[in-house]
């Protein structure tokens, strides 16, 4: 299930070994073969237009997109749990399922990041991974409906996300008003200023059993 990693790398921050790797990322979804054409037709868009945009406006488009607005952001964690504390345990307990694959998280990032959620995926059986997928859809599916409404190539990815976990979309509704206030600096500053998810504490510690980490629908925003 390389497709998910592929994914995943497609929605990483522009960088000239993006750029290089997109040709591979391509070659990756052909073979396995797993999106319906509509959904390589828009990854392909997509890899287009990183491909040929100027660097330094796709880094700052992106940063503008997934950094600023919450309501985009690549960290799942942040559209469950919002402000609350409870986001601490499910990262550890996140973090956890991935060493057991593996995986160590490379410098600051966090474990709910969405590229790495589709690497730890790309490890495990094919139904397994749809089964976990499947738990974000309705994450996938509101980030995507407000990457559309703005005309974002990347929108192509949740599309090609929610396609894997079988999902219809639910044609979510987002009027011109609530993308004029997501940009809003002023509402940018407000949101932005509010008490950071962990309040400066540290992670609880690790519990002896293992939890499963589920996608609730939660404080989405």
Not at 71 to 93: C, I, N, T
Not at 151 to 174: D, K
Request: charged share 25%; net charge negative.
């Amino acid at each position: 299930m390389k497709t998910f990693k592929a994914l995943g790398a497609l929605l990483a921050y522009p960088e000239p070994a993006l750029v290089d790797a997109l040709g591979e990322i391509e070659a990756v979804i052909a073979t396995e073969d797993l999106l319906p054409r509509a959904g390589r037709t828009g990854i392909s868009r997509l890899s287009e237009h990183v491909r040929h945009s100027d660097l330094l406006a796709a880094q700052e488009s992106y940063v503008e997109l997934f950094d600023r607005v919450r309501s985009l952001s690549l960290h799942l964690f942040e559209h469950v749990h919002g402000e609350s504390r409870d986001r601490g345990q499910a990262m550890v307990d996140l973090a956890g399922m991935y060493a057991e694959k593996g995986l160590i998280l490379a410098g600051q990032e966090l474990p709910d990041f969405l590229p790495a959620f589709l690497e730890y995926l790309s490890l495990l059986p094919h139904k397994e991974a749809v089964k976990q997928l499947q738990d974000t859809a309705h994450i996938l599916d509101g980030i995507g409906a407000r990457l559309a409404k703005r005309g974002s190539h990347y929108a192509a990815v949740f599309n090609a996300l929610l396609s894997l976990a079988g999902h219809r979309a639910e044609h979510i509704v987002i009027d011109e008003a609530e993308i004029q206030r997501e940009d809003d600096p002023a509402e940018l500053d407000r949101l932005w200023a509010e008490q950071p998810a962990f309040g400066g504490a540290s992670c609880p510690p690790r519990p002896q059993t293992e939890s499963v980490i589920h996608f609730h629908r939660g404080a989405s925003r």
